[in-house]
């Protein structure tokens, strides 16, 4: 595992897309692993300023996001399929047919899970897995307990998920009340994985990530067993660690 330490914010942004454009430079028909939330908004503002100055090629890049709301359509500007569009596919050269997010309007969850594991699998596997951490130490939406032998699944959503997503819907009864996620298993499979962590409030749950015990009751720990993970970080999220 190799943990860079970057000033703030902008700074952690900056080295993770460099990962990233090396990624693509390096295997321009590679396929990215993405994820939605705060943390890699700078990350995709910064290949997008990439590619505007002609030093990215998105042409032949295959994405697969970690998760998405169940129930919710692409439209909908709480999707995470709204979300990829609007902070990085609508920007870049992407072939938008080859951006798979899991399909938040199937109703039947083993089949919406099933078709995701087999649009991974057709694709090859992910090259490079773009993660951020939860406050409970959740990637994707494996909350503390879940399994680590899981792939692709339908999770009900706990109480402070609903409660700390509830500020971006108009009520709390609109926020989805369970969502399709990759699972520990996926993430695993990943060839590379690069994990965005920023802010004082992110310090406790790394150092536990980083350091504790591997249990499913911090389902990023399992992390520690892969043989090719990045972590990015910002001063305040490594301030409990000593480096
Ligand atoms: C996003 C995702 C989540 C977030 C995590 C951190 O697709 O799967 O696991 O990465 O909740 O969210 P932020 O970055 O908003 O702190």
């Known amino acids: 595992m190799v943990i860079y330490k970057a000033k703030d914010y902008q700074d952690m942004s900056r080295k993770a897309a460099n990962i990233i454009s090396a990624q693509i ?3 321009p028909n590679c396929v990215l692993g993405l994820a939605t939330g ?3 908004v700078g990350t995709y503002k910064q290949l997008i300023e990439w590619y505007k100055k002609g030093d990215l090629d998105f042409s032949q890049v295959t994405s697969v996001n970690l998760d998405e709301y169940k129930g919710l359509s692409p439209e909908n500007d709480q999707s995470y399929r709204y979300f990829m569009n609007t902070n990085l596919f609508d920007h870049v050269n992407i072939d938008k047919t080859r951006t798979f997010v ?3 309007l199937e109703a039947d969850s083993e089949k919406a899970c099933n078709d995701y594991n087999a649009v991974i ?3 090859g596997g992910v090259d490079l897995q773009l993660l951020g951490l939860g406050h409970n130490g959740h ?3 494996n909350e503390p307990g ?4 899981k792939e692709t ?10 409660e700390a997503n509830k500020r971006f819907f108009e009520s709390e009864d609109d926020v989805p009340r369970q969502a399709y996620t990759m699972g520990i298993k996926n993430i695993m499979q990943a060839k590379k994985i690069l994990v965005v962590v920023s802010g004082e409030d992110k310090a406790d749950i790394l150092k536990e990530v980083l350091y504790g015990p591997i249990t499913p009751e911090v389902p990023a720990s399992i992390l520690q067993l892969h043989n090719d993970v990045t972590i990015v ?3 305040a999220a490594l301030s409990k660690i000593d480096m």
């Open 121 to 123: 699998r057709k694709q």
């Open 38 to 40: 705060s943390s890699p």
């Open 233 to 235: 970080a910002d001063e």
């Open 25 to 27: 430079i390096m295997k």
């Open 153 to 162: 699944h339908c999770v009900d959503l706990t109480e402070s998920t609903i």
């Open 146 to 149: 879940a399994a680590f032998e």
């Open 102 to 104: 899991p399909d938040g």
């Open 139 to 141: 990637i994707g939406f």
